[in-house]
């Protein structure tokens, strides 16, 4: 009889002391073990977590933003030997019942990432017009550099295979973290799945840091970002994968 996977969920937490207690309720559900990262919460989050004896809690002393939260997750889930990790948001915008289709999903695949434009659910919200933008420009360029067919590039619904974490090497500490995920997921021919998730949006009014809340500064560093990232991978910013006889990853 084959042995039974075992998977591990990961929460960012900053500041959500009114979500905290139900999303962490509700995730116990469906997941083996929890890990939240508390990324230096000032609001009330860190004495909640306190409270609990059910998860696993990795604090930062200050915050350092979502990037370095999620790189912390995927250390945490190599050096426990976990068979693999489910990241999730702790502000209700993701459903955790819905852990067990992506545990599920990566069966076939490394890396498996929601969508929230591969299906529409009935009561989805409608996204904030610049994030709206900046998601399609951004998911264009990477379908095009890339050679992918992604439809949200930045949905913070993933799971991964433990042995895929070793593509990895995040250094954004920030919401632009997802870009050098892709390239480097890319360059070492991982097999990518999407699945539908619903759109939720709760937080209207997320900062994304400093000079980075104004949606154009904003897209001009992701452009920075991913620009890098194909650097660093050895491959031409310019390139337009479509026109490339090469093979690309397995998406589903």
């Known amino acids: 009889m084959p042995k039974r996977e075992k998977w591990l969920a990961a929460l960012p937490v900053f500041n959500e002391v009114g979500y905290v207690g139900q999303i962490l309720d509700e995730v116990k559900r469906y997941a083996d073990q929890i890990v939240v990262i508390d990324d230096g919460s000032t609001d009330g989050t860190s004495e909640l977590l306190d409270l609990r004896d059910d998860i696993q809690v990795l604090r930062h002393t200050e915050n350092r933003g979502y990037g370095a939260a999620l790189r912390t997750a995927f250390e945490y889930t190599a050096a426990e030997g976990f068979s693999g990790l489910v990241t999730l948001d702790c502000d209700g915008q993701h459903q955790p019942r819905r852990i067990p289709r992506f545990i599920e999903a990566a069966r076939s695949a490394d890396l498996v990432s929601g969508s929230r434009y591969l299906k529409q659910y009935p009561g989805d919200a409608e996204p904030p017009a610049e994030r709206l933008f900046i998601n399609r420009r951004i998911t264009s360029e990477l379908n095009r550099r890339l050679g992918l067919k992604l439809t949200d590039a930045f949905c913070g619904f993933k799971a991964y295979r433990t042995e895929a974490l070793q593509a990895f090497s995040i250094t954004d500490n920030g919401y ?9 997921a890319v360059s070492a021919g991982l097999r ?5 998730v619903p759109l939720i949006y709760l937080d209207l009014n997320r900062s994304f840091g400093g000079s980075l809340d104004h949606a154009e500064t904003r897209l001009a560093y992701y452009n920075q970002v991913l620009d890098q990232a194909m650097r660093e991978a050895g491959m031409d910013p310019a390139r337009d994968a479509r026109s490339e006889a090469i093979p690309q990853p397995k998406l589903g």
């Not at 632009?176 to 480097?184: E, G, H, I, N, S």
């Not at 990518?192 to 539908?196: G, K, L, Q, V, Y």
């Open 176 to 184: 632009a973290m997802p870009l050098q995920l892709w390239v480097q």
């Open 192 to 196: 990518i799945i999407e699945i539908p």
